[in-house]
């Protein structure tokens, strides 16, 4: 496999680069002066050799703490390191993995999920983490892709495994169902329920799958040898689809991750006491944003995760809440929006929180300021990518004057933006262009796609394919995805500003802006509304964009439905729309 352009280290701390060289391709690292209080603009990128060693110190850190929360059962830290070792032994010892080889995992947000992640890192192989919610077509192309000899798989979806079984390369299939490690006689119940009661999972036929719980009963008597893993090494294929094409797998290495944990951990130092916070994990650990933050950064720092199996069910949430002092909520726009609209949450006791934490889509100010009146704190927005590990920017955590909603902050240490204009130039503060990220956390390239990733890919540079700009005090704002711009008249329209001034209306729930045909103006907008008000008519509609748009970048055509199509994650899918 050929790898393009892999990225080095940062061997130089950041601010003694700012005192070498004050222009970066054109643009002034002016961020840098507007640092929250107590936050390096460098770190030690190169303090552990790989995920395994943050793992181990935390574990012996934090061993009698708890480390992970689902379905009223906690796994302490101490827990979480004898079951991955077990996990990791059986994979060893029993299935004979060696070092380097892919597992996949399929499943939301359960008790299992860092057993088998951590289990997979320990072995020394890679993990693959899969959508639950793919399709058989979509499953065997990333199990053929990456070339995973195993799979960790919830019952619920191995159905959708066992009719492509025959076709992809899998050695080995590892079953598990949703109470396997809530306890006697929590499991059994549960697992009754979800299957006999609920009908939850379909009848599939894998004859040579083993169960979890069996797998780590014959790890625990395996000896266990860790292996030594190197920084560079790859800890994790993570898929994208970005907004077009098949999905590619990004190398993402321990260097990467373990870069990104540091990063995080520095610019949380303000506001979080290591070994006391409790995380809401909503979102699912198979995606990037909450692998790194979630399950990677704050593992770090002994925090407890509260997962959340299935966030779309808001009684059960709310009900998982009301029974936490949680200090720490991490989540994305439509996530908040429909829990402000949820009378239960609303009365919850917030007294604990410290901060709210957004990513994955662009915050809208009418559901910030929702938010912030029922929690007492606005959402703080960063910004990544799968390719970068995921974190580029964030605003800051430990100063709310800091946080400026409607931008996603400024840059993590060690980490440099440009924002380029088409010609190739770098854009002047206010200027729209592409960003572009560097730093010890983004990747080395895509498997196996050499021409994809030397699109993407310049000198360490990694072109995001978002619209962004820089205000004059360094903080940055996505306008939008280059590829969901509209050109109406030659004008550039951004959706997000179209959907931004939408959910300020009182009577819409949710909004989607696309670009369709038009023979006059090339382009037209077309915005898609959710009701929250039923009496709510598309000329209440127009009115209102009329009165906070110029005259283009009002829509043409307003379309209400009753839900928009999302991701798994929660992320509105434009493309489906466009269709």
């Excluded at 032994?89 to 299992?112: S, T």
């Excluded at 720092?301 to 779309?312: A, E, F, H, K, V």
């Excluded at 940055?476 to 590829?483: E, G, L, M, N, S």
Aim: glycine share 8%; with cysteine; charged share 25%.
């Amino acid at each position: 496999m050929r790898r393009v352009n892999p990225v080095k280290l940062t061997t130089k701390p950041a601010y003694a680069i700012l005192k070498s060289r004050s222009i970066l391709g054109g643009m002034e690292r002016i961020w840098y002066k507007h640092y929250p209080k107590n936050v390096s603009p460098s770190v030690k990128a190169d303090e552990y050799s790989s995920i395994v060693d943050v793992f181990e110190q935390s574990v012996a850190r934090y061993r009698t703490r708890g480390a992970f929360t689902n379905m009223g059962k906690t796994l302490s830290y101490g827990d979480l390191d004898r079951l991955s070792r077990d996990f990791a032994a059986y994979l060893q010892g029993v299935l004979g993995l060696k070092k380097g080889d892919r597992v996949a995992i399929m499943m939301p947000n359960l008790l299992q999920y860092p057993v088998a992640l951590f289990g997979i890192l320990r072995a020394g192989l890679v993990g693959v983490n899969v959508n639950p919610l793919y399709t058989p077509r979509e499953l065997e192309y990333q199990l053929k892709d990456s070339g995973a000899k195993a799979i960790v798989i919830l019952a619920n979806m191995a159905g959708t495994l066992a009719k492509v079984r025959k076709q992809v390369p899998l050695e080995h299939v590892i079953v598990t169902e949703i109470g396997d490690l809530l306890g006697f006689p929590k499991k059994h119940i549960v697992n009754f329920v979800v299957k006999k009661v609920k009908k939850m999972v379909p009848e599939y036929d894998l004859p040579d799958a083993i169960e979890l719980s069996r797998a780590l009963m014959m790890g625990s008597v395996q000896s266990f040898k860790r292996p030594e893993v190197s920084s560079g090494e790859m800890a994790f294929l993570q898929y994208t689809g970005g907004t077009t094409g098949v999905a590619k797998g990004a190398i993402l290495s321990h260097a990467n991750m373990v870069a990104n944990m540091q990063q995080i951990s520095e610019w949380m130092k303000p506001t979080l006491v290591e070994g006391e916070e409790v995380v809401v994990s909503p979102l699912p650990m198979y995606h990037i944003f909450s692998l790194t933050v979630n399950c990677m950064a704050f593992m770090k720092i002994g925090c407890r995760n509260l997962l959340i199996t299935n966030p779309r069910d808001l009684p059960a949430f709310v009900k998982d809440l009301s029974k936490e002092k949680f200090t720490i909520f991490v989540g994305l726009n439509t996530l908040f929006n429909a829990l402000c609209n949820n009378e239960a949450f609303c009365k919850l006791d917030f007294s604990h929180m410290k901060a709210t934490v957004a990513g994955g889509m662009a915050v809208q100010r009418a559901v910030n300021d929702r938010w912030q009146k029922v929690t007492g704190l606005p959402v703080l927005e960063g910004y990544g990518l799968t390719e970068t590990s995921p974190v580029l920017c964030c605003n800051p955590l430990g100063d709310p004057k800091g946080n400026r909603i409607g931008t996603i902050g400024m840059p993590l240490p060690d980490t440099d933006i440009r924002i380029v204009k088409d010609d190739g130039s770098d854009a002047a503060p206010g200027e729209p262009g592409e960003l572009w990220g560097k730093g010890p956390q983004v990747m080395s390239g895509y498997w196996q796609k050499p021409e994809e990733s030397a699109l993407v890919l310049e000198n360490a540079w990694f072109k995001t394919g978002d619209i962004a700009v820089m205000e004059p005090d360094g903080y940055f704002k996505i306008v939008d995805r280059k590829k969901d711009m509209i050109l109406v008249s030659g004008f550039n329209v951004y959706p997000n500003e179209i959907e931004d001034v939408a959910a300020m209306h009182s009577g819409v729930l949710e909004s989607a802006a696309i670009g369709v045909p038009d023979d006059k103006s090339g382009e037209a907008v077309k915005l898609f509304v959710v009701k929250r008000d039923p009496a709510l008519s598309e000329k209440d509609v127009l009115a209102h964009c009329r009165q906070n748009l110029t005259g283009y970048k009002v829509p043409k055509l307003v379309e209400f439905r009753t839900e928009l199509p999302k991701t798994p994650v929660g992320k509105i899918l434009r493309k489906e729309l466009r269709k």
